[in-house]
């Protein structure tokens, strides 16, 4: 907790990085104390971090200094979303000859037997 009360303080999202994976240890660690199933312990987990978002996101709704929910936008923003998708966009590679068709008598693709 101290985490989190320095990385609000000071606004340095490093600690509050700290407190996010030391928080993932612990639950991890406390998970063996738990005599429950891990889809059950996923589902509580779940709805716990739905929560803390649903509260973090009103908190923050209004505000414009410090940590805000709508932060205004850059102009590298859209060059970075279209430099995400680069990636997806590659050729794919085409086969250098058909294959040949035919074969089969009833149905194509050779389901006759006889290619």
């Avoid at 794919?92 to 294959?99: F, G, K, L, Q, W």
């Amino acid at each position: 907790m101290i985490f989190l009360a320095a990385g609000i303080h000071f606004r340095l999202r490093i600690v509050l990085l700290a407190f996010a994976v030391s928080m993932a240890i612990a639950a991890i660690e406390f998970r063996h104390q738990i005599p429950l199933s891990d889809e059950t312990c996923l589902i509580f987990a779940g709805a716990i971090v739905l929560a803390a978002a649903g509260i973090l996101m009103r908190a923050l709704r209004g505000r414009d200094r410090g940590f805000v929910l709508d932060a205004e936008r850059h102009e590298l923003d859209e060059a970075l979303q279209i430099a995400a998708t680069l990636p997806l966009a590659t050729p794919s590679a085409t086969p250098t000859r058909p294959t040949p068709a035919g074969g089969g008598e009833f149905g194509g693709a050779g389901a006759s037997g006889q290619f």
